[in-house]
């Protein structure tokens, strides 16, 4: 009877063992012919997108497959905006403390502390891409200033015309408010609306409109529908390009501008229907759209135009400016002006005949008959093109006439084309304005800036994104390049500011923009960077956050030295263009930095060497965009993704030459249809070889032995995920591994641990809500606590060890900003965030034991090596404390090791297996934790 039980229990056991790999594969064939239907789409779409001069926008079309809903093939935006009024509610507040984020389980009496103490660490003077910004009509001297991050909210500065005036965000409510355009009431300047969504790159969905009638105090969204699905069009006010208020005999008339969504998705239409022209007589409670811009009837659904701008002109006529659809040229929607005197009848005024031009003008504040446009043009022939109108656009001069009396300005540049001064970006940034006081001044931006005196007959360049090609001995001021808004302030109009992919820059005198301080830069605490990963230095004291992060449009930034204002870092821009993935060597020998695809640097630091790891001719164009990379800090050896299932490996790094750097390749075997590298991580465990693991967009997870050697072994190990891994971690040992899931659905878990290694895995979910879940981090110190990096900022658990562990947001005032990267240094206990839209964040790890013990004050500096193999030695200030007593506990808290009357730097040796220790140090009654200890 007992053999016969066993070996039932065993059937039902292999049986649902098999159901469980049998439901797995389905579901993992369903996500492969998910991303063959996208990447059909893709192509298709890449293939519309060059005929019309366009690039495709990589970063999104990468994070789009990294997060669609396996079942659907697109991502699930509505969870979001259901889960942002569950936060503002309160549904998702914490209630137990963290001592990953510096507190301790209990106070002395007892009570929960609850701390979510995230420090903001900047970068201090680096902005991001801003799309608007508005001069406060309240404020009579014309130096308080609204400005919006395409990602990171709306914020104030009292005085931008002082150098060292700061910016502060209105609230964290804002964080992750994707701000495209912002307008004051005339009528009532205390009311304000800001337009959300970026419909240009599709990078950040927006919400409608959001509404203040207190000047900014207080704010309510209007201007919404239920998000809904047909098919794959999703029906939302996603993209509010312009928001123009226009006082009709006092009554305010508020005009709302709405495209679809990006272009470069196939397959998924955000806001189809939602195109088009709106308005509200009534304060926003209702709008009205205008069928004028209705572009196309789809079986009797209407698909309006996609509108670019609006303006009203100085007669209090509207003019209204259009952009391409998302169905390109088969919809008539893009290469049109309109103009209206009632604001209910519009009449095309210009019209292209180019359906795929998105088409930005500006109108003269003296001349209600004349107007400028700037446009993208007629393929590569003709990428740009300008116009002009002095009769109200009965008629009009171009620079494609057959006989032009109007130029374009041809950039000093020497890689930008001379017929092209947005270097084929013209869908992306472009911007035109008149001067208020002279319509015949006329300034323009592209990738740079430049000014016209005689009506666009000729062009001076009064700006310079660098001083490469051609542009050294060029005398104007460096401005980040991607011009995205140009204004005058309505207070003094000898004053401009420029809102680009680097941030706000202003202009003090219109009149001089010889040499370097024609623009000068306003990005003082601006912290809307886009980050994609960051990675702190292994070796740098509580002093020193010392860290690197790759940024969007602004490269990889270093961030170090004594923290300035509001505690930010300033630093430098280490490598310019895109940023990416970061890596630091555990013995200040190195810096990995990374641009697009498969482009990585390794910086030398003992000799200043600096090598390209990659590109090699063969493999520029491969890996990701954003391009999965790693370091085994042990054994210096780079890895990084390649294509398929196949890996880069290059040794050699310690060496003083890129000459001496070994390149190799391997592979983890044939990949499933669509299956890519998603996630890399070394095992700091294993330090007698080299031990990497690897997820894949499908949900394997490999395991790869012996990576040191000419023949590494990948192993695939069996797990129940489905979906894109997003990243792999570890607890105290190589058996605990901790996995996230970034993909959006009601079906998919996010978030998987094992305790064995991964031969077995449990799903970790709780009552986490429906999104995407990029970067884990468990406390080394607690390993019950856990948290993760989401759509909406950091969430945590106090339970992950239970079988539904219950998750919490701890974002602080870094708010529901997307996190993409959480890393952690043991040696200061430090956690730092990496934001996209918010810059970068730290929290430091409480080290308490117990919350009845007295820890005294910090008074080390260093616990060096670390990680060590044996020996350590302690550094710290020696005037305090003459000697001390050592204590090192392991992970569970038991004491494993004592040494009495240790000096500072004297050397003393361990014989601890290797794993993740705590070290304390003693002086008689004060107890001081000094760092956590790795043994390898």
Known sequence: MINRLFSGALLLLFAGGFAQNDNTAKKRKMLENQ?????????????????????????NEQDFRNTMDPET??????????????????????????????????????????????VERGPYSVGGRTRAIIFDPNDATGKRVFAGGVSGGLWVNQDVTT???????????????????????????????????????????????WKSTDGGTTWSNIFTIPVTYNGNVRYGNFYVNDIKVRNNKGVSEVYAGVSAGNATIGGAFNGLYQAGLYKSTDGGATFARNTTFDAYINGGTRIGHGIQQIEIAQDNSVWVSTRRSVFGASVPSGGKLFRSADGLTFTAVYNSGLADNRVNFCLSKTNPQKAYILMQGNG?????????????????????????TITLPADADTSIPANDFTRGQSFYDLIIVADPTNDDQVYVGGIDIFKSIDGATSWTQISKWSNNNNLLNLNVANVHADQHTLLFNPKNANQMLSGNDGGVFYVANKTNFTGATGFAVRNSRYNVTQFYRGTLNPTSTPSNEEFIAGAQDNGTQALF???LANNFYGGITYTGGDGAFTEYDDNA?????????????????????????????????LGH??????????????????????????????????????????????????????????????????????????????????????????????????????????????????????????????????????LNWSNKEGNLPDMPVRTILMNPTKTSEVIIGTELGVWGTANFMDPTPIWAQYSGDMGNVRV????????????????????????????????????GNRSFTRVYPNPSRGILHLKYDNTKNKNVTVTIFDASGKLVFTKENVASDQEFQTTLPKGFYVLKATNGSETVFTSSVIMK
């Open 380 to 404: 590569a022939a003709e990428p740009v093109r300008i116009l002009k109108t002095t009769d109200g656009g009965a008629n009009w001069l171009a620079t494609n006439d057959a006989t032009p």
């Open 589 to 621: 020998q190195y810096i990995l930095s990374s641009y697009v695809y498969n482009t990585h640097y390794l910086d030398s630091t003992p000799n200043n060497s600096f090598a390209s790891i990659f590109p090699l001719k063969a493999d520029y164009d």
């Open 625 to 758: 965009f954003i391009n999965e990379m790693t370091v085994d800090r042990n054994k210096d050896i780079f890895y990084s993704y390649r294509v398929g299932l196949t890996i880069n490996k290059v040794t050699g790094l310690l060496t003083t030459g890129p000459q001496t750097l070994v390149r190799t390749t391997f592979s983890l075997g044939t990949p499933d249809t669509g299956e890519q590298v998603s996630a890399l991580k070394v095992s700091p465990y294993t330090t007698a070889s080299s031990t990497l693991f690897v997820g894949s967009s499908v949900g394997k997870l490999y395991k790869v032995t012996n990576g040191d050697t000419a023949t590494p072994t990948s192993t695939l190990i069996n797990t129940p995920f489905v979906g894109n891994i997003s990243d792999i971690e570890f607890g105290t040992s190589e058996s605990q591994i901790l996995v996230t899931i970034s993909n959006y659905g009601s079906s998919t878990i996010n978030v998987f641990y094992s305790a064995d290694g991964g």
């Open 561 to 563: 030295g004594a923290p």
């Open 820 to 855: 993409t990267d959480l890393d952690y240094r043991p040696a200061t206990f430090t956690v730092l965030a990496s934001t996209y839209g918010r810059g970068s964040w730290t929290n430091t790890i409480s080290t308490e034991l117990a919350t009845s013990e007295n820890t």
């Open 73 to 118: 093939g697109a991502p699930a935006f509505s969870s979001l905006l259901k889960l942002r009024k569950d936060l503002n509610s309160g549904k998702f507040a914490p209630k137990v403390g963290l001592s990953l984020f510096g507190n301790a389980a209990a106070d002395a009496n007892g009570r929960t502390i609850i701390n979510q103490s995230w």
């Open 163 to 209: 150098a060292t005036s700061e910016w502060k965000p209105l609230s964290q409510f804002w964080a992750n408010t994707s701000v495209s355009s912002i307008a004051f009431d005339p009528n009532n300047t205390q009311v304000i609306y800001v337009g959300t969504g970026e419909c240009e790159t599709g990078d950040a969905i927006g919400s409608g409109i």
């Open 35 to 59: 991303y063959t239907k996208l990447d059909q789409n893709l192509k298709k779409e890449h293939s519309k997108l060059k005929a019309a001069g366009i690039p495709p926008n990589e970063y």
